[in-house]
């Protein structure tokens, strides 16, 4: 069974920036599936500090479908995130680019395999202004909270989602229905995938960014990762958050992967540091 931080997942980073850093952390675990499926990543800007780019894919299509669309999410990012020009090119531009242009080279990926790799996709990108653009493609969320407390949340492309959106499902059901992880959009199928971009004006000292898959948010309320993600360092919530999934899971969890990142105030007398968490 994998852990919840293998070696080749990045460690804990902080990264210096006017009045504040950004503290991260990254969590993937196997679940009780076969395979690992999810990757996620958290890469902080090589030349401009305070600019970090969080990713993560839950892969499917097979027992090495999912990995290959996964992979090929990240090969992706972390292409764009590398000629990404801080300042001067356009943020949501990047992650619009990502999400299209990793769907064309799973599509790709399709033609020379048995396999049919689909991936979810869901990114943010931090400035160092502290804006930030969000981008999502099925059902791996992004949370926004201001200490404790939800400000908002992606809405997934999915089918419960579109049940609960005509008022035909109640919110608090949607987990237990039983075509609850049927998808209406994803990357790597035939038809173009939803691209949902939206735009945090400015992070304040105390804001959580929570990039997670099903597996993950599908043993929460939004009030416990809240609590979670602000009462603990991220590397600790992330520990927990994954570890208490696990048990409510009871056997049957599905691969899990978060990437959570936090703006915390500078210590006073504190030295900046930078780390890369490549």
């Not at 949340?153 to 989602?161: E, L, P």
């Not at 997670?212 to 600790?236: K, M, N």
Request: with cysteine.
């Amino acid at each position: 069974m994998s852990s919840a931080f293998p070696a080749s997942a990045p460690s804990p980073t902080t990264t210096a920036a006017t009045g504040h850093r950004l503290s991260a952390a990254t969590g993937i675990h196997r679940g009780d599936r076969a395979y690992q499926q999810d990757q996620v990543e958290l890469l902080t800007h090589a030349r401009v500090p305070g600019v970090a780019l969080g990713v993560l894919a839950d892969g499917m299509g097979g027992k090495s479908g999912g990995r290959k669309a996964a992979d090929q999410v990240l090969l992706t990012a972390r292409q764009l995130f590398d000629r990404f020009v801080p300042g001067s090119d356009d943020a949501a531009e990047t992650l619009k680019q990502l999400v299209q242009e990793a769907h064309l080279m799973i599509k790709l990926t399709a033609i020379t395999a048995e396999e049919e790799p689909h991936s979810t996709v869901a990114a943010f990108l931090v400035g160092a202004d502290r804006s930030c653009q969000l981008v999502h493609a099925g059902d791996s969320r992004i949370y926004h909270f201001r200490g404790p407390h939800l400000v908002s949340r992606t809405i997934d492309h999915s089918f419960v989602q579109r049940l609960i959106d005509e008022g035909r499902l109640a919110e608090e059901e949607a987990n237990s229905h039983p075509q609850s992880n049927l998808l209406t959009g994803c990357l790597g199928t035939q038809q173009d995938p939803p691209l949902t971009l939206n735009r945090i004006d400015r992070l304040e000292v105390g804001d959580s960014l929570l990039a997670c898959s099903d597996g993950l948010w599908h043993y929460f309320t939004p009030q416990e990762l809240g609590t979670i993600v602000d009462a603990l360092p991220p590397r600790e919530a992330a520990e927990m958050l994954i570890n208490k999934a696990r048990q409510r899971a009871r056997g049957g969890g599905d691969n899990l992967s978060l990437a959570l990142l936090r703006i915390d105030a500078m210590p006073r007398g504190g030295a900046a540091v930078t780390g890369a968490a490549r």
